[in-house]
């Protein structure tokens, strides 16, 4: 037995996010959307679309250029604030936001003090991640990846992307491995992934800081 959080970033994407929606619907699971600003202003229907359908929408920048911790605090608090104003009242009440980790990583890129000083101010949450398959450079090889993840930790946050790459196209059939296994898929975040919550810190965030 084994819980699972679902996550999608990067999105929406025409081609690909409304197939996500209707495989999560089929398989009546509900999960996050962390959109990208620039995307979002493209394709809002998308993201309204996941809205009425019980998922969350999350912050995840606005050009999804740099991590936070390799740019200055001006453009990354612009970065923030221009994706919030696109998202309006599609946002989550905990102000959801995940930081861009070039390539999934959980490191001192991730953000700044003048970042982290910023999300506090907005009583932002943030989301980091606990499983990482890896879909995006290997869109058939994920789903293996992705099993063996999740079957290590009692309760598994996961990035996936709602990009063009085919990754999704093995979403269904995830699904199925991961019921057949026993294992829970749930909406809500497992603690040891949210270190700020409302703007309060919940864990040291040392780590995640550029120097
Ligand atoms: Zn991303």
Redesign the pocket.
Known sequence: MFDLTLSF??GPTPEVTPHVLDALARRDVTSTF?V?GEKLVQHRALAERAHAEGHWIGN??WS?SRPFGLMDADAAISEFDRTQQAIGSLMHRHRLF?P??QGGNLDKRLLSRAAVEHLAREKATIVVWSALPHDWQDPDGWVERALDQIAVQPWSLM?L?DLPTGAMRHLDRFLGLVADRGGRVRQDFPPDCLPMIDGRLTQPLERYLAD
Do not use: L, P, S
């Open positions: 970033d990067n962390f990208i995840h920048t999804h995940r861009y980790g990035v992307h």
